[in-house]
């Protein structure tokens, strides 16, 4: 297999966050094995086992994950704004 930098910006990303969501999302919509994610993104299996749990209680709490985009602007739980008082 030939190397492709855009390819390799995905498969092994260099930022923390977003080397965080690409494995999460490789368990959560992919569906593999957290041991084989832990193992391909470098956390021991008991690190990733953390970082699982951490991310399923922030979202059943309502809080958006670390590596959400508004999080990291505004400290603040990704939600929609309220209404518009009339």
């Known amino acids: ?4 930098p855009d390819r390799d910006f995905f498969l092994q990303p260099s930022c923390p966050a977003h080397r965080q969501y690409e494995a999460l ?8 094995p957290h041991k084989e994610v ?7 299996y008991g690190a990733f086992r953390q970082l699982v749990l951490q991310f399923r209680t922030a979202r059943q ?10 999080t990291a602007r505004a400290g603040l ?3 929609p704004p309220p209404p518009p008082e009339l």
């Open 1 to 4: 297999m030939t190397e492709d």
């Open 25 to 32: 999302r490789r368990v959560f919509v992919e569906g593999r």
């Open 38 to 44: 832990a193992h391909q993104f470098g956390y021991s």
């Open 61 to 70: 709490a309502g809080q958006a994950p670390p590596f959400s985009p508004s």
């Open 77 to 79: 739980p990704n939600r």
